[in-house]
């Protein structure tokens, strides 16, 4: 089964920042990984969709990465602002199984 | 038009109820699934659907049963709700080794 980690699970920073959220899965043989948002009480956003034959995919300030070698991907987030405070999830879709499976998410906070 | 509904959102019912949870799409998605969220545990798939009458089980799937008569309507039924079923459970559709999956707002579940 394929197991994914988000590290750090919580996250504080100065509005302005750049930052980088890391997710790592232990299956390499993906056919994607998808970055999402959720706020408070709401439902699954998402953000970046990265193909197995990708490396990074790029929206706005977003920028996601993946090293299917080293089970890894990362989500950038460039000058950040206090509305990109949520809880940021990566999924990641492998050969191995039949749906999305989950890392538990990154709790960010961005304070004015 | 979200694309994607559930109903009810919130529901409270007592241990020994049965519940019906309904998810609606406008989509035309073959793929379906039923995820429930968790504090400490994240999102864990309950059931998921290929097609029309086509079901099959997820990693936490017991007390639960699914079905799936037309291609817009997804149902997840607790037979008898019991404390442990308390969750938030979402719906999502999309097939996740082509492309995105989409979810609902969810449905915030009380079994008292």
């Known amino acids: 089964k394929q197991e994914v980690t988000q590290i750090p699970a919580a996250l504080s920073v100065p509005e302005g920042e750049n930052l980088v959220l890391n997710c790592s899965f232990t299956d390499s043989a993906i056919y994607n990984l998808q970055w999402f948002r959720q706020d408070p009480g709401k439902g699954l956003t998402s953000l970046l969709l990265?193909?197995?034959?990708?490396r990074e995919q790029t929206s706005g300030r977003l920028n996601a990465s993946l090293d299917k070698s080293s089970g890894r991907s990362t989500l950038y987030i460039a000058a950040s602002q206090p509305g990109d405070s949520a809880t940021y999830l990566c999924?990641?879709?492998?050969?191995?199984?039949?749906?999305?499976?989950f890392g538990k998410g990154t709790s960010l906070l961005v304070t004015p | 038009d979200a694309g994607i509904t559930q109903s009810p959102r919130h529901k409270v019912t007592e241990t020994g109820t049965p519940v019906t949870l309904r998810c609606h799409q406008t989509?035309?998605?073959?793929?379906m699934y039923w995820y429930r969220q968790d504090p400490g545990h994240g999102l864990r798939l309950i059931h998921y659907?290929?097609?029309?009458?086509?079901?099959d089980k997820g990693e936490v799937s017991d007390g639960y049963s699914v079905s799936r008569s037309k291609t817009e309507d997804f149902l997840l039924t607790l037979e008898s709700a019991t404390s442990s079923q308390t969750s938030v459970y979402f719906c999502a559709m999309g097939h996740p080794e082509g492309g995105e999956l989409f979810f609902g707002e969810g449905s915030r579940l009380t079994v008292l």
């Open positions: 990265i193909q197995s034959s990708q």
């Open positions: 659907s290929y097609g029309v009458k086509d079901t």
């Open positions: 999924a990641a879709y492998s050969n191995s199984g039949y749906a999305l499976n």
């Open positions: 989509e035309n998605h073959r793929y």
